[in-house]
């Protein structure tokens, strides 16, 4: 007798999560391409870079990752690589904030919310909605076939 297929489900809110990620990280990537040295000034809390970060630069960096997740949320079972772009994004973005902006920021309060909250937090759920998608994804590979 043949078992019953357990058909992996891909939740509603893991769009709404990918949708979430994406217009969260724009946001904050606007902040640094339209008020670069102004969001970097109150990042720095008091103390003066030594020389200006390229904040424009990291925000539209930013704002094309979050458009990929973004539109990652329209059919994240098929446009699986746009969640693992969007993944690699962040760790990129997160790495540039670390070694281009903190030496020059220091390490405070503000930053650490920065690099934790908009960058490293981000990469659990991202993570586990890829997974996810990538299973749905391989078992309807598998079964597509079958009757």
């Known amino acids: 007798m043949d078992q019953p297929r ?15 990620a994406g217009m969260y990280t724009i946001a904050w990537s606007a ?25 424009s630069y990291f925000g539209i960096f930013g704002i094309v990752i979050g458009l990929v997740l973004f539109f990652a949320a329209f059919y994240p079972v098929s ?18 904030f670390a070694l281009g902006f903190v030496p020059e920021l220091g390490w405070n309060k503000r930053s650490v919310f920065h690099l934790v909250f908009n960058e490293l937090l981000w990469l659990i759920p ?22």
Do not use: C, D
Not at 6 to 20: A, E, I
Not at 126 to 147: A, C, D, M, P, W
């Open 6 to 20: 357990v058909f992996p489900k891909f939740p509603l809110h893991f769009r709404g999560l990918l949708l979430l």
């Open 31 to 55: 902040f640094y391409t339209y008020f670069g040295e102004t969001v970097v000034n109150w990042m720095a809390m008091g103390i003066i870079p030594a020389q200006p970060v390229p904040s």
């Open 79 to 96: 446009w699986v690589w746009l969640i693992l772009i969007g993944i690699s994004g962040k760790i990129i973005a997160a790495t540039w």
């Open 126 to 147: 991202l993570t586990l909605i890829f997974l996810r998608s990538l299973q749905v994804k391989n078992y309807l590979k598998q079964h597509e076939n079958e009757g």
